[in-house]
Every structure is written in structure tokens, then in C-alpha cells.
């Protein structure tokens, strides 16, 4: 299933809450920008703010209690934006902190996990591969989608070192790159693989390069489709959608928990949208104990 949903605590939920309010949308870092794409063409009259955790990425060399905080305190401080709706549209956090969150905010909630059920459901060899983070492969989230949906085929898992830092560097094709993800792949292209699980959602961006290595032997699986439907029900369930403007919707607003130049960079290049990327300071308790140890 790539995407979760879940209700607002009855007692602080706002059924009269007006549908014009933004929808929230967070990762680590850039990678949720291919989700925000696929918002903006699914719900093209949504309002969108977008938060990089930049600062803090990848999440997947953190440990879970770091994810939490950081994950919560993001999502607070988009509910004070005026969120109407939160899309945590990072695997690794949708792994380990879903349930924390749910508990925690007055929104809708929409998270994300890999595509394992499609994969299963398309792959004619019956092996596929999986590339997401160490802590998404770990987490008893991703591990339960495999004995729910892998029980007659064989998933490769691959830890994708590097990956995340390579799209956040702006880095989707240097020689470098594409010789790491050949050694992820081709062991999956020698087992037979004819799918792959882009397990995070900066992955996209790597579908070029990507496909250069593989050619057609792997259908790539990408959930950031299946997110923005989701999405799209959850609002209208709430009574939350937006109402066509003649104007059209205004541009997402994007913010960053470090200077914004490589998430400036890349909506330039995914999205053609020069936008002003605003620098902000969400303080949590984790980050708040790293920044009180001495250097």
C-alpha cells in the first residue's frame, strides 16, 4: 500500500475548517518534491507549503527517536502555518514515526511506504527489488508489508548508501552516481528482478539514470501518484478540498532548514517554478541537544 491516511483527533479536529488553507508537505530533505509535483497535477487548486529538513538529511543515517522529533515538531509547526492537511511525504519518516504523529496532530495525515503490494502484484518473474534507506528497510513497517504481500515473491533489498545525498547535492547523473547505482542493481538484473521499489521518494529523480542501467528489463514502481489520490480522498472526505479559483491556485511556498540553494535549484529544474525558498529555524528537542555539545 504506498500511501496512509488517518483521522484527526476527534476533540481538536475542525470539520468547518476552511478548504482554501494550505496542505503541508515534508521530508528530510528534496525528495518530496516529486511528491509535491504530483499533488500540484492531481489537486492543481491546492494550496502547497513545502518543508525541507535539509539541514538534518538524510534521515536515514539517524536514529529512530531523532526521526520522531524531528517529524512531529515539523508537523506542529506546519499545523501553527495553517495547515489544513499533512502529507509526510518521506519514507523513512513515514516508517518510524507515523503512529506518533497521528496520535500528536489535529490534521488529516497522509504518509508514505514503499510500493511493495504493485510491485508483487506486476512482477512476471516473481522477484523484484527494493531500493530505499537502511532505516526504512528496518522498520517493522517495511517488514510487515513483506509477509503481507511478498509470500510468493522474492524481494532483493538494497540499502541505497549515497542516494539521497547525490539528489540533495543535485547530483542525478555524474559517472559517479551511475556507477553506484550499478552496483545496487545489477545483482537485482542477475536474479532475474523485472521490478524495482523506488522505496524513497527521492529515488524519482533518479529514474534517467536509472533506467540507462537497467533499459526495459525493470518496471520501476513509483507511489508518488498513488500519494496524490490518496491525498485527494482524505481531503474530500474532510470536506477539505479546494474550490476552483479563476486565478488558479498560488504557487507552493517552499521553506528550508538550511539556505535553500539546492532546494531552489532542483524546483527550478523539476517543477520550471523560480521560487524564493525561505530559510527557517524549527527548533526540536533532539537538534537542541546536538546544538548544546561542544565542538
Not at 472526505?237 to 517552499?254: E, I, K, S, V, Y
Amino acid at each position: 500500500m504506498p500511501a496512509e491516511s488517518s483521522t484527526p483527533n476527534a476533540s481538536t479536529a475542525s470539520p468547518g475548517a476552511a478548504s482554501h488553507a494550505p496542505v503541508g508537505i515534508f521530508d528530510s530533505g528534496l525528495g518530496g518534491l516529486s511528491v509535491l509535483r504530483a499533488v500540484r497535477a492531481q489537486s492543481p487548486d491546492e494550496a502547497l507549503l513545502y518543508v525541507a529538513d535539509s539541514l538534518y538529511a538524510p534521515y536515514g543515517e539517524r536514529d529512530d527517536d531523532f526521526i520522531a522529533d524531528r517529524t512531529l515538531t515539523i508537523g506542529e509547526w506546519l499545523v501553527k502555518q495553517g495547515a489544513k492537511a499533512l502529507v509526510v511525504a518521506c519514507n523513512t519518516a513515514t516508517a518510524q514515526s507515523i503512529a506518533l504523529v497521528r496520535e500528536k496532530l489535529p490534521i488529516p495525515l497522509v504518509g508514505v511506504e514503499p510500493g511493495v503490494k504493485p510491485a508483487a502484484l506486476q512482477s512476471r518473474t516473481r522477484v523484484a527489488g527494493v531500493l530505499a534507506t537502511q532505516v526504512t528497510l528496518r522498520s517493522a513497517r517495511f517488514q510487515a508489508l513483506l509477509a503481507r504481500y511478498a509470500a510468493d515473491c522474492r524481494f532483493i533489498c538494497q540499502p541505497g548508501h549515497g542516494l539521497v545525498q547525490a539528489v540533495e547535492r543535485c547530483d542525478v547523473g555524474s559517472a559517479e552516481l551511475r556507477a553506484l547505482l550499478a552496483s545496487y542493481l545489477q545483482p537485482m538484473l542477475e536474479a532475474g528482478a523485472d521490478t524495482l521499489v523506488l522505496g524513497c521518494t527521492h529515488y524519482p529523480f533518479l529514474d534517467a539514470a536509472i533506467r540507462d542501467i537497467v533499459g526495459d528489463r525493470m518496471a520501476l514502481v513509483d507511489t508518488s501518484v498513488a500519494i496524490a489520490r490518496q491525498l485527494e480522498r482524505v481531503l474530500e472526505q474532510h470536506g477539505l478540498r479546494a474550490a476552483p479559483q479563476a486565478a488558479g491556485a498560488p504557487r507552493p511556498r517552499f521553506y528550508s532548514t538550511d539556505d535553500g540553494t539546492h532546494l531552489r535549484q532542483l524546483v527550478a529544474t523539476l517543477l520550471d517554478v523560480d521560487a524564493h525558498v525561505e530559510r527557517v529555524l524549527i527548533p526540536s528537542r533532539r537538534t537542541a541537544a546536538l546544538a548544546s555539545q561542544p565542538v
